[in-house]
Every structure is written in C-alpha cells, then in structure tokens.
C-alpha cells in the first residue's frame, strides 16, 4: 500500500473504505492508517504500508472478497488476508 503524507491520509482512507464496501460493511470510521515518522521531512509523518479496517459485524469478516483478493491501486498491488 502507498505511503502517503498526512495531507493525503483522508483522501486514501476513503478510497479504501469506498472498496471494502464494495463487498462488505466497513464501520463509517474503520479504516486506520498509523503513522510513522518521515525520514525526508523531519517533523512530518507518513502512513505506514498497511491498514486496519473494521468491519460491523463479525459475518462480514467472514465473507471473504474472492473477486479481491489481489486489487491494484494507485499503481500498488493490494493483498487481502483472511
């Protein structure tokens, strides 16, 4: 997944939570990005190259997005593991 800069974290969290609704429901607020430390800009931060997404309720983590298990994103291959 993209590293991005803070001012673009927004704009990926929501392109992720639009795709995982795509097959399941994703919490309006279950997409995480953590942040770390950027070695070009000291003082400002990147996402780290993954994501925690909630879902709302345990059967939708369950139901597996066989259609996406390799998604391409961004011009990064995305892989889901359940």
Known sequence: ???????KEDKLKNVLR???KS?????D???HLLPI????NPGATLTQSFAFVEFETAKDVRTPPFSFSSLR???FRFF???
């Open 1 to 7: 997944m993209p590293q991005v800069s803070a001012e």
């Open 18 to 20: 639009k795709t995982f």
């Open 23 to 27: 097959f399941s429901n994703v919490k």
């Open 29 to 31: 607020d279950g997409v």
């Open 37 to 40: 430390p950027d070695p070009a």
């Open 73 to 75: 994103l961004l011009k």
């Open 80 to 82: 889901f593991y359940f």
